[in-house]
């Protein structure tokens, strides 16, 4: 079973911390996500990264970093934290190998930011 | 961005009543996959559609896209409480790119 796992489940911090959300897949997938999910909004990507050192912008990268200096981990860092990031989390990974582009999702960090 | 709507935003059903959430959007997708996240979960892989005009059953559930690529629908017959939960479609765009709908929150009422 592919296992995807989020550092933190629940996280509170104070606007204007910097805020490190990390991610790590155990299945070699190249592709790793990381989405905002809202009430009523669905699930909106942040950034996405298809190989090591590799990142692409997805919907919303505003106010977010992203690194990934190994296969299994994608990191999501909140620069400034802002209450307007208060927000689900969710990472996600895929492989274009398997041929079902399948997204596998962790079980996602609630964020508060005060 | 892209956008994929979808609707309703939410459906009360009694248990037994049949359900449909529906996905459009107005240019051409490679495919679409489908997504039930349960409350409190994490959204789950439920099935990916490529063909035009394919439909694909699961059980209870019958997945369809449509002609043109732009549309797709997930149909549960004679629900359980079993299948209370959000559903999302997520088209794909271009290299490994998704786009999610903003889902569809099923209540059954026992």
Redesign the interface.
Known sequence: DVKVTQSSRYLVKRTGEKVFLECVQDMDHENMFWYRQDPGLGLRLIYFSYDVKMKEKGDIPEGYSVSREKKERFSLILESASTNQTSMYLCASSSPRLGKETQYFGPGTRLLVL | ?QQVM?IP?YQHVQEGEDFTTYCNSSTTLS?I?W?KQRPG?????LI?LVKSGEVKKQKRLTFQFGEAKKNSSLHITATQTTDVGTY?C?A?WG?????????TKLNVKP
């Open positions: 961005g979808q935003q495919n996959q997504y979960g994490h959204p789950v892989f990916q999302f997520a794909l290299f490994n790119k998704f786009y999610f709908g903003s889902g």
